[in-house]
């Protein structure tokens, strides 16, 4: 298989592209996705400071890498969630990349340790409150990285989801007739109240093989481990299904999930819609000030109950 | 053939000589799903491998706690807070 653009010895084949790529010309293609994205969701500019979301994962490594590539300001927060051997080994990864590549290019990498302010980590967390895991982990990650965002005064938040996380949430919203939260599944979400940071996916157009190949060919050292608290999840079900289809029918997965946003932008008024639901119900939590439809937000629920946990 | 497989990290043994494509229907592993490694590059799905090669067939999806958080909001109409009403992504 040689490459479609200079015909030397291929190192991948991307069928829905009817395409095969070199790592030289395979790299310019994930860039030039990425640069398609950026504009045509208007997610930053040059001058903009963007906060990537890092993991420690191929997805958001990746995506630190490409900006930083691109010559964007992009720094990173990495949260720590205390999950055994599963943390230590993500956080080593991120604080290797970030010493090894991102240090290079100026960028910062900031860190929040779930258990330095909770006193335990998610999975104790999590059955101290009596919620499950994966989504305590949600509530705390989505508050920390819009706190970082908002107090750093970042201009966006960006995320490393994929075209195959993207086409797999739209299947689960369908698949349960979830059609109000459809308008939320775009890959630009405007800081639609104050105390939210504007949020962007810039790999909506890679899937999840590209960005995995992505991280191999350029040596980025990411954790291949699932985590453990993920196992059995129905986003992984939906993902196995859509890539039964793409294997068979190449390009399922863009026309599935472009087609949506496609037609989801001939609605005209959705974002002005979205924004204003989001002011009608949203004010300052009374304990941190970040928004939320309660008196309290659920992040601040939280941790109340597990200082009054630990004091006991 | 030496192959190298994750979810859990197990090493097996495969007769050569073969394509990677027929190594992975061989497994029954969609093509989408891995990446084939020989040493530190790519192989593509129509080279050959040999009994003398040491490959690692890596699996690509993930889709951890977030993904799995929105699905639960999804299920469950919001009631309260930021966590399920504007569930911004990460990954």
């Given at each position: 298989?040689?490459?479609?653009?200079c015909?030397?010895k291929?190192?991948i084949?991307?069928?829905r592209?009817?395409?095969?790529?070199?790592?030289?010309?395979?790299?310019?293609?994930?860039?030039?996705?990425?640069?398609?994205?950026i504009?045509s969701?208007?997610?930053?500019?040059?001058?903009?400071?963007i906060?990537v979301?890092?993991?420690?994962g191929?997805?958001?490594l990746?995506?630190?890498?490409?900006?930083?590539?691109?010559?964007?300001?992009?720094d990173a927060?990495?949260?720590?969630?205390?999950?055994?051997?599963y943390s230590?080994?993500?956080h080593a990864?991120?604080?290797?990349?970030?010493?090894?590549?991102a240090?290079?290019?100026?960028?910062?990498?900031?860190?929040?340790?779930?258990e330095?302010?909770a006193?335990?980590?998610?999975?104790?967390?999590a059955q101290?409150?009596?919620?499950?895991?994966?989504?305590?982990c949600g509530?705390i990650?989505?508050?920390?990285?819009?706190?970082?965002?908002?107090e750093q005064?970042y201009?966006?938040?960006?995320?490393g989801?994929?075209?195959d996380d993207?086409a797999?949430?739209?299947?689960?919203?369908?698949?349960?007739?979830?059609?109000?939260?459809?308008?939320k599944?775009?890959p630009?979400l405007?800081?639609?109240?104050e105390?939210f940071?504007?949020?962007?996916?810039?790999?909506?157009?890679?899937?999840?093989r590209?960005?995995?190949?992505?991280?191999v060919?350029?040596?980025?050292d990411?954790?291949?481990?699932?985590?453990?608290?993920a196992k059995?999840?129905?986003m992984?079900?939906?993902k196995e299904?859509?890539?039964r289809?793409?294997?068979?029918s190449?390009?399922t997965k863009?026309?599935?999930?472009?087609g949506?946003?496609?037609?989801?932008s001939?609605?005209?008024?959705?974002?002005?819609?979205m924004?204003?639901?989001?002011?009608?119900?949203?004010h300052?939590c009374?304990?941190?000030?970040?928004p939320?439809?309660?008196e309290?937000?659920?992040?601040?629920k939280?941790?109340?109950?597990a200082?009054?946990?630990s004091?006991? | 053939?030496q192959v190298?497989?994750s979810?859990?990290a197990?090493m097996?043994e495969?007769k050569g000589?073969?394509k990677?494509?027929?190594?992975?229907?061989?497994l029954?592993?969609v093509?989408?799903?891995?990446?084939?490694?020989?040493g530190?590059?790519?192989?593509?799905?129509?080279e050959?491998l040999?009994?003398k090669?040491q490959?690692?067939i890596?699996p690509?999806?993930?889709?951890?706690?977030?993904?799995e958080?929105?699905?639960?909001?999804?299920?469950?109409p919001?009631?309260?807070s930021?966590?399920?009403?504007?569930?911004?992504?990460?990954?």
């Amino acid at each position: 298989m040689n490459c479609t653009k200079c015909k030397t010895k291929a190192v991948i084949g991307l069928p829905r592209h009817n395409a095969a790529f070199c790592k030289g010309c395979f790299n310019g293609f994930v860039h030039d996705q990425v640069a398609r994205a950026i504009k045509s969701e208007w997610m930053f500019g040059k001058e903009d400071r963007i906060l990537v979301a890092v993991s420690g994962g191929k997805d958001s490594l990746a995506l630190w890498d490409i900006l930083l590539k691109m010559g964007y300001r992009a720094d990173a927060l990495y949260v720590d969630l205390g999950i055994g051997t599963y943390s230590e080994q993500s956080h080593a990864k991120v604080t290797k990349f970030a010493e090894a590549v991102a240090a290079s290019h100026g960028a910062t990498l900031h860190l929040h340790t779930v258990e330095q302010e909770a006193g335990a980590g998610i999975k104790e967390l999590a059955q101290l409150i009596h919620r499950p895991t994966c989504s305590t982990c949600g509530t705390i990650k989505r508050y920390q990285f819009n706190r970082v965002a908002i107090e750093q005064q970042y201009d966006v938040m960006a995320t490393g989801h994929n075209l195959d996380d993207e086409a797999a949430r739209l299947l689960g919203n369908v698949l349960h007739w979830q059609e109000e939260y459809l308008d939320k599944q775009g890959p630009s979400l405007p800081a639609s109240v104050e105390g939210f940071a504007k949020k962007v996916k810039p790999l909506f157009r890679l899937s999840e093989r590209e960005l995995a190949a992505y991280a191999v060919l350029n040596r980025i050292d990411y954790i291949v481990e699932e985590c453990p608290m993920a196992k059995g999840s129905k986003m992984l079900q939906y993902k196995e299904v859509l890539n039964r289809l793409e294997t068979e029918s190449p390009g399922t997965k863009q026309t599935f999930y472009w087609g949506f946003l496609e037609k989801q932008s001939k609605k005209q008024p959705t974002a002005t819609t979205m924004t204003e639901k989001d002011r009608a119900v949203l004010h300052p939590c009374a304990s941190c000030s970040q928004p939320t439809t309660a008196e309290v937000c659920s992040y601040c629920k939280m941790m109340a109950r597990a200082k009054a946990h630990s004091t006991s | 053939m030496q192959v190298q497989l994750s979810h859990p990290a197990r090493m097996i043994e495969i007769k050569g000589p073969k394509k990677v494509k027929d190594l992975l229907r061989e497994l029954n592993l969609v093509v989408e799903a891995h990446l084939v490694i020989k040493g530190d590059d790519l192989v593509t799905e129509d080279e050959m491998l040999y009994d003398k090669d040491q490959v690692e067939i890596r699996p690509v999806i993930s889709g951890g706690s977030q993904a799995e958080v929105e699905a639960k909001a999804e299920q469950k109409p919001p009631t309260d807070s930021s966590s399920t009403l504007l569930k911004p992504a990460l990954a």
